[in-house]
T-cell receptor, first 112, second 113 residues
Framework: AQKITQTQPGMFVQEKEAVTLDCTYDTSDPSYGLFWYKQPSSGEMIFLIYQGSYDQQNATEGRYSLNFQKARKSANLVISASQLGDSAMYFCAMGTGNQFYFGTGTSLTVIP | EAQVTQNPRYLITVTGKKLTVTCSQNMNHEYMSWYRQDPGLGLRQIYYSMNVEVTDKGDVPEGYKVSRKEKRNFPLILESPSPNQTSLYFC????????????FGPGTRLTVL
């Protein structure tokens, strides 16, 4: 079965601090991609970062980095130097074959 | 501007009244997909299409139909909506070939009374 698990329903972080959002996945396919999306209160889905299963290095995009541990089947999102605008829902997703699977999300609140 | 558009953005309807939610993309993407988002469940894939006239079921296809007659359009059809289809619906598209980023539409909030 294909599955994405996000175990943190809600997280708080102080402004300017770093925060890690957890994501584990389960697949038997050797080829897959891992994604993180941000959903602010306005509702749109914003792509943040992508990691391919064959990528040797962890993906980074500005303040976002993906801590990819293949043996542990984890793909945690690290946000450095949190900003108030980072307060949102964050979804981890996995694409494999032609289908995509999303986790249940983590609500992040950045405290001034 | 490259985008995925959905219409309507908000819809309130009654049980059993057929409805269509349209989705259109201007990026010449082969792959298009529909998702529903429910509290505590994240997004779940309803149907996807690899190209014109090629569609397949996702995880939660029951109660929905789709068609792909043109590359840019991928409408979602609810022939007899029920209250358990009240949800936030997203259309998305991407290039075919490999696992790559999907571009999402703004969402359609559907309420079935």
């Amino acid at each position: 079965a294909q599955k994405i698990t996000q175990t943190q329903p809600g997280m708080f972080v102080q402004e300017k601090e770093a925060v890690t959002l957890d994501c584990t996945y389960d697949t038997s396919d050797p080829s897959y991609g891992l994604f993180w999306y941000k959903q602010p209160s306005s509702g749109e889905m914003i792509f943040l970062i992508y990691q391919g299963s064959y990528d040797q290095q962890n993906a980074t995009e500005g303040r976002y980095s993906l801590n990819f541990q293949k043996a542990r089947k984890s793909a945690n999102l690290v946000i450095s130097a949190s900003q108030l605008g980072d307060s949102a829902m964050y979804f981890c997703a996995m694409g494999t074959g032609n289908q995509f699977y999303f986790g249940t999300g983590t609500s992040l609140t950045v405290i001034p | 501007e490259a985008q995925v558009t959905q219409n309507p953005r908000y819809l309130i309807t009654v049980t059993g009244k057929k409805l269509t939610v349209t989705c259109s993309q201007n990026m010449n993407h082969e792959y298009m997909s529909w998702y529903r988002q429910d509290p505590g469940l994240g997004l779940r894939q309803i149907y996807y299409s690899m190209n014109v006239e090629v569609t397949d079921k996702g995880d939660v296809p029951e109660g929905y139909k789709v068609s792909r007659k043109e590359k840019r359009n991928f409408p979602l059809i609810l022939e007899s909506p029920s209250p358990n289809q009240t949800s936030l619906y997203f259309c998305a598209s991407k290039l075919a070939g490999g696992v790559n980023e999907q571009f999402f539409g703004p969402g359609t909030r559907l309420t079935v009374l």
